[in-house]
């Protein structure tokens, strides 16, 4: 798939059926829009193309599908994973999902009414990442027959690893593994063998939470139910894989004020127009910060030196609330702040500052003496390195915990507002000590 | 689990170990070290160590092993997951290790057969991420002995639903999921249902690779073979899940300078010692870019409105190459950057920086004239942020992509090394432009 002559001779459609569809995917993402959209037609005609977009980028399986005939985008849309498919409705405009599913309606009334269902939970929690494609028994029936079920059903099912035991209600009741099953004598009884005790979701929890519970129990699976026990769905392990890279990849990229639709393979012309509109916003605070300096022009003309101090402190006090920041951040992203521990980590932060500023003062003032042979200048500076370091680690921790109190993600635009902080009031402690102390500087 | 109340109650070993050991991992997470330590060898004494401790992450768990009796800690391992067990040897002092290993040779010599050679492996490989409890059968068999085969093994192998096909010198021939088995005819040898074309893994492939691998694929598991074809184990999804979420987290705490052992939890003090040296790392390269100011100190006596927009020039090219370094080493990350593309990258990140820098650099330029009135400050703020931006875009592209080249971390310390660059060099081609234009500024 490398090279041009490469790419030509793969593109046989009956050819690219047989390979994996993570490879074909790949093959759509590198093709140019218009030679995606031919391979995807022909793919279509031999029953290859659902498979392939359910292994690409949501966003960019949407682009493609909008260039196709609406009756040709339905059915692939219907053949494809329900949990997938919903993932790329929510890239298409709302009046497009709308057709596409009125249009499902007519073709397979149940497939429509499960893509709706799914289409109502938001994509970042439980609701918006579960299957309802999973393997419900009920309780009665033997080890044989419950294999003998699960024979029938298993193309369809996302996973026959975990199977789900439930009432006529469809209420969870227990959960056995293949594993169970293979192992158990074909006439007992399901009931006998199920684990009762099962660890269970709830549709309106968010992808990170649903990330802890992977990450703490080691399931391949879990299912989803309602408030009544009623099983919804499963969440199977690789749906959250994709999950956790693309959070972090987010709350990298928020952290430094990237936009995140941009990949490092995002056409320059591209990256300009999406990453402009926030040097724009850190340059209005850059600007308020320019301002702090430019009401004391006075006293930088007749003490210059203080110019020399101004980017020392105010970088320190970006890198080191730029450190709390990150560590905060990343510990509510992984569950590690319960919000009744807010305060306490508040309180670490801004002792940590006092006691890293301490530190850092102390040499930076001394650095000051010696070099100005100026004992004041060097007190100065130290109040004012302290003074920012206290405030880099009040304004760090309280960004992240603050943004999760207003029910907003913590990871937003932390830098540009944490540097708007550190920068200006570091140079108004270090500016505006020095208007005072001009006398003796 | 939560006051001290709760913690005391809860602390029969009796009833710990009927709990998830995810769950009672957290609880010796939580517990001061003397108490984990205690409760860990009741734990021990019901056989419910190993595991609680293959929950925790590998760190914790050595610490608290260390503080046990050798014959203790030796047993506790030996019962661990091999993978586990290996991932926790990798936090010991190395003369610490030895003696364990040499004392569970005379105790289980297959065991620490398995684990020499694992350890043998780097831990961010696949050989280091493997397990070598897997299922492996002959081709021969039939499906029906297979299944009776599982059964036996079925307590000991990581995972069951992948099994390997191999011939007698253990090369690997083929895989069969647990679907295949069950669905198959008793009769049917195992060589006519396996998949003879399997996804294979090398063991010196990097962590990074191996989660592309699962990125890619879905799959649950994979198996890891030699230059031969010969089998060595396998890796699972969930052994992934923790690398990834550890991947990420590392990669945001080295661009922002981060020490790797800290979370959100860590006591201050020891914060403090963690944090510290980098603030003293990032004050030296501070001092670099107050040299530059303070050789110009003279021109800032003068026209001390160039003071007013050292921080406008220095801090919106450090944001504009952060964005860059982050887009880059995230692509690099996840395997979206063939060295063969690094060249073309540095193309676009410098013409982006060209671009960015004229946009912005036209209106920091337009200001510094309205607000001074004075066209030629606005020349110089414009030229500056150009040249900056520019910079930024360089070495931003250049600090990722050199690493790698290098061998080493993408994402180590880019930070400190960015600003470094975009701050000395800000100042430079700012005040640098003044002086040679101080006689109409």
Request: proline residues 5%; glycine residues 8%; hydrophobic residues 50%.
């Amino acid at each position: 798939m490398r090279g041009r002559n490469g790419e030509t001779l793969a593109l046989d459609p009956q050819e690219l059926a047989k390979r994996h569809p993570a490879e074909v995917a790949e093959l759509l993402h590198r093709l140019p829009e218009k030679e995606a959209v031919e391979l995807l037609r022909e793919l279509y005609k031999v029953r290859a193309a659902a498979d392939s977009l359910e292994e690409m980028d949501p966003d960019e399986a949407a682009e493609l599908l909008e260039e196709l005939p609406q009756r040709e985008a339905t059915a692939i849309l219907s053949r494809m994973e329900p949990d997938d498919a919903v993932d790329v409705l929510e890239e298409l405009p709302r009046d497009v999902v709308e057709e596409i599913l009125g249009h499902l309606q007519t073709l397979d009334r149940e497939k429509a009414e499960i893509l709706r269902q799914l289409f109502a939970y938001p994509p970042d929690t439980a609701g918006g990442l579960m299957s309802p494609e999973h393997v419900a028994l009920p309780a009665d029936i033997t080890v044989h027959e419950a294999i003998e079920r699960l024979r029938r059903v298993a193309a369809e099912a996302e996973t026959i690893y975990y199977v789900y035991v439930v009432n006529e209600a469809g209420r969870l009741l227990g959960v056995l593994s293949l594993r169970d099953l293979v192992f158990a004598k074909p006439s007992t009884r399901v009931r006998e063998i199920m684990r009762p005790e099962v660890v269970t979701l709830r549709p309106e929890m968010s992808a990170e939470e649903v990330a802890q519970a992977f990450d703490k129990y080691g399931y391949l699976a879990f299912p989803v139910v309602d408030e009544a026990g009623k099983l919804l769905g499963i969440v199977t392990m690789d749906d959250i894989l994709d999950t956790v890279i693309l959070r972090d990849t987010e709350e990298m990229y928020k952290m430094v004020n990237v936009p995140r639709e941009e990949r490092v393979d995002t056409p320059w012309y591209e990256s300009l127009r999406l990453r402009l509109p926030w040097l724009y916003i850190n340059l209005a605070t850059a600007f308020l910060a320019a301002s702090v300096v430019g009401a004391f022009e006075g006293v930088i003309a007749k003490i210059s030196a203080l110019a020399i101090f101004m980017p020392v402190v105010a970088g320190q006090g970006g890198n080191a609330g730029m450190q709390t920041v990150t560590i905060v951040t990343r510990g509510i992203a992984l569950g590690e702040v319960p919000p009744g521990r807010a305060l306490r980590i508040l309180a670490k932060e801004v002792l940590l500052g006092l006691f890293n500023g301490l530190a850092v003062g102390f040499v930076v003032g001394a650095v000051a003496f010696v070099w100005k042979h100026n004992p004041f200048l060097g007190l100065v500076a130290f109040l004012a390195m302290v003074g920012n370091m206290v405030i880099a680690g009040l304004v760090g921790a309280s960004i992240p915990l603050g943004l999760r109190a207003l029910g907003l993600d913590p990871a937003l635009a932390s830098s540009v507002i944490l540097t708007t902080f550190t920068d200006t009031l570091g140079f108004f402690l270090l500016l505006g000590l020095g208007y005072m102390l001009q006398g003796v500087l």
